[in-house]
């Protein structure tokens, strides 16, 4: 008998909550942040290095796996979970997001879509079923329903239409879950930024009924202010007893300020892809290794942190590493990016717990507002 | 006070023979292969993951430490150990070789060497003495003098008129190093194919008086063949007292090869670069990752390997990696080829140990003859 994935909210400070996701591949904290493992490798990362990162799951992104190596071949493997080696719970996307933003010549109905691998041109359909299947067949923990994300700004009307179709495609993928033991189905509230339409996205799948909400149709471009607002607006419209997760965010006072409204659960290739890139989430804020001014600096990142990689190396030795576009230096900045980001969110965890969270958020602003230390 | 560099041959089995050398940083058991860290880092390696396959010895770039960071830049962080969080010996080389092979508009004269970086065209003049200079600022434990490699074929007087002006500069190394305390320098054999030059080469350089000798100008695109009968040619006139090095060389046979002919030290870039490049190195030979005949295949590369990154993942997987170009592929198969490496050096040791060498060589070849395991 599988057991059931579950939710318990355990503590709230101001909005903020603190709870737990049980899945019978493991327990997963939240506030929970879920490290991207895209084509099934978090990049730069061995898996046990990702764990000990303290994540508890990962996400896998079904477009990519479906082109790439292909679902039946990763079911016939023995699934995502052998396939990679992370032993702990995944969620996959539905594969939606990416049809839009990478795939060629989409095409779009109610039944679904069809597209283009924009790899080698193969001609793909994902339907809101097909897309189910794809993430039953990955082994995935939990599992999004296709939706249809338009990019902002657009037309009240164009984003009605987008809106109701997905929550008829909410319908159609709650269907075909089917109750799939263990597994979670979670459902994307969209509308844009139109409070009206977001209210009634959110009522509607509160009546068709997920194990989860996510927050989709943000964090496409607009300023943090226009999210922050439209997660003020829709999260009273989200049961208390379930998990939100907002989808794709984001960077560290992204997550600061949508915990603080009532968000569980977020992803984002932000920390991975500013690691290959030289950049380094620390709690002076970001520090740019490529800058002139680390070049002949023989102090650590943080001499305070915990994390080895902080310590270990000077900023002179990160520079020439990023400099030179070696490998290493993607590989130590993608962890120390993934470390901090689950120190953060052990931190506000902690602050919940303890009913400080206001204070918490504003101690780590004020870090990051003072920046990096001194140049020598 | 700084114990002296000492080498110590133990036991021999043929040609073949097995040592150890000591330096203040640590032994090194020989017959040894030498991990590559060109530019301050064994490409997509963390320094303790390197430690972990075996090996006791790095080698260094001088050419391109000195354009970059910059050997003073590396001398005032502490030197290349720290620099890298690499604390075990250092070997590194002249950088003779690559401004040959790398830098523009070369000029070289008796006194040294004037090119311009390929980098950024930068000028710089490498001497002897520079080098010298440069290799004790990056804190090297053993030193190679700069000498002049010809491409092969080349003419006996071109040949011969590179091994003379290599063995001045020997002298003049000699001079500079200055009998550093705990450091070693080691002479370069030069002389081509032809076998009086390659004599005369090494009698001119016993009498100066090295810690150790390179055979220099092999691996330089001649057949195997041709490599293993100057290493024939040359072993009888080296002192058997002293390491004898190989440079740039090779693949697996290459290293059985030359330690059956009395070769103790190699280094070469194949492995991490044919890691790169979807290449594993096992006993069953080379497989390539990126053959179609690997996708479905859930069986691990060597099921009675040591390694775990040969028995956890499946084939599939590393042709998944491979093939989508994921850095974690480069990262595992780096590591299991030097693995690989080090493998077949303690195996070479232990049989030299045992006055079975042949008997090892024999069986390893077999194993590497019957090649990978049967096509699903």
């Known amino acids: 008998m599988i057991p059931d994935f579950t939710f318990e909210k355990t503590h709230q400070s101001g909005n903020a909550r603190r709870g737990v996701m049980r899945t019978p591949r493991g327990d997963i904290q939240t506030p929970a942040f879920m490290p991207v493992g895209t084509a099934a490798t978090v990049k730069a990362m061995y898996p046990e290095q990702v764990r000990q990162t303290g994540a508890e799951i990962l996400l896998g992104n079904t477009y990519h796996l479906m082109l790439r190596p292909g679902a039946e071949r990763i079911e016939n493997l023995g699934g995502l ?9 995944i969620l996959t996307d539905s594969g939606g997001f990416q049809v839009m933003s990478l795939a060629n010549l989409r095409k779009l109905d109610e039944s679904g879509v069809t597209f283009r691998s924009h790899i080698d041109g193969t001609a793909y359909e994902l339907t ?4 189910i299947q794809i993430q039953k067949k990955l082994d995935s923990n939990i599992i999004m329903q296709l939706d249809e994300c338009i990019r902002l700004p657009a037309e009240n009307e164009e ?3 987008a809106m109701q179709l997905s929550l008829r495609w909410a319908e159609r ?6 109750n799939a033991p263990g597994r979670a189905l979670f459902g994307i509230v969209q509308g844009g930024d139109n409070n009206d339409l977001r209210a009634r996205s959110a009522a509607g799948l509160v ?3 997920f194990h989860g909400y996510a927050v989709g149709g943000l964090a496409v471009g ?3 202010e226009v999210m922050f607002s439209v997660l003020d607006e829709i999260t009273p419209h989200l049961p208390h007893d379930k998990p939100r997760y907002l989808m794709g965010v984001g960077k560290p006072d992204d997550l600061l300020g949508a915990v603080e409204r009532g968000i569980d659960m977020f ?5 991975t892809r500013a690691g290959r890139h030289g950049h380094a989430h620390t709690r002076f804020g970001v520090i740019n290794l490529k800058n002139a001014r680390h070049k002949d600096d023989p102090r650590p990142l943080d001499e305070q942190s915990s994390n080895p990689n902080c310590t270990r190396f000077s900023r002179a030795y990160l520079n020439h590493l990023t400099k030179t576009e070696e490998i290493l230096g993607a590989m130590i900045l993608s962890q120390i990016n993934l470390a901090y980001y689950q120190e953060l969110m052990s931190g506000m965890r ?3 717990e303890q009913g400080r969270f206001a204070e918490f958020a504003a101690d780590t602003r004020a870090g990051w507002a003072a920046g990096d230390i001194a140049v020598l």
């Open 81 to 89: 979970h052998d396939f990679m080696d992370w032993q702990l719970p």
């Open 159 to 161: 984003i009605e239409r």
């Open 128 to 131: 809101p079923e097909r897309s």
């Open 350 to 352: 902690i602050a919940i």
């Open 207 to 209: 009546d068709i009924g």
């Open 267 to 271: 992803d984002c290739v932000h920390p």
């Open 173 to 178: 993928s709650k269907t075909e879950f089917d």
């Open 222 to 224: 607009e300023p943090q």
